[in-house]
């Protein structure tokens, strides 16, 4: 085999509880992941050394060295198998990249599974789920896919139910947010405002509304703790969010970690309107429609 294309998807957090900050510098969390039908590409070709190259929007902020997690993933499957591989990674970036829709774990997942088959490992998904967890704290779910609660730092799984098709709008913003920056100004906003940080739960009433493929329900009760440190970062997606909610959306919420804000809308023409209009009113970089739950990483050819 000379070249495997794997297919990622980008996730929305329907829900995001930060815990307490752990000593090893993360936090538990009660992340309830969706995964979205944008998608990266990762192609995975024969090659001695191990390489990367990326291709599509704003795809300057992405490094190409050793702290590339593609790369990275690369490297701790060959570990894992005990040998040394190379590899040449083609990234097809569709997700925005450090907008809070795990772009940098779609890829890492992606090089996993498309290395994996390349170097005819055979490994089960329990073996890269393990790997994945090493990785970072979203790259399992790039792997799973569906629906799923993140516990733990986000890394521990349980699919969940969604009936039906969630039809969403995901505004990008110019420039990303780092990951680390934003939980450290949660944390700041925390201990600034004496708020008592309790344990994370998960809302029952959003599994329901999932489960029963119920959008308005959803809309309603989408949370993000780490919004309101977004927010504080890039004031301007105060107005994004406002705006989309003025223009119908049934939820408004900060993806993850931001700065791409997801709308979630009552049908695929909502959703298209929407994205238009979102668009004319100047309030992001551009806007882009997409259906949830999607499948995670998935082998497209090989
Ligand atoms: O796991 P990952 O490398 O993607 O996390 C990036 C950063 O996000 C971490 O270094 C940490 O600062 C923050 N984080 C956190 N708690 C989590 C997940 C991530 O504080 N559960």
Redesign the pocket.
Known sequence: MSSVTVRVPAKVNVQLA?GP?RDD?????VNVFHAVSLFDEVVAKESEAVTVRVEGDNVEQVPLDDSNLAIQAARALAKHAGRTYGVELIIRKAIPVAGGMAGG?ADAAGALVACNELWGLGLPREDLMEIAADL???VPFSLLGGTAVGT???EQLTPVPARGRFHWVFAVADGGLS??TV??ECDRLREATGEKVAWPQVSEPLLAALREGDAAGLGALLANDLQPAAVMLRRSLARTLEVGQELGALGAIVSG?GPTCAFLAAGEEQAEKLAVALMGAGVCRTAVTAYGEVPGAQIMAA
């Open positions: 930060v900050l510098g993360y936090h538990d969390l774990s970072g704290s979203d733990g730092r986000g990951t680390a939980y450290g970690s």
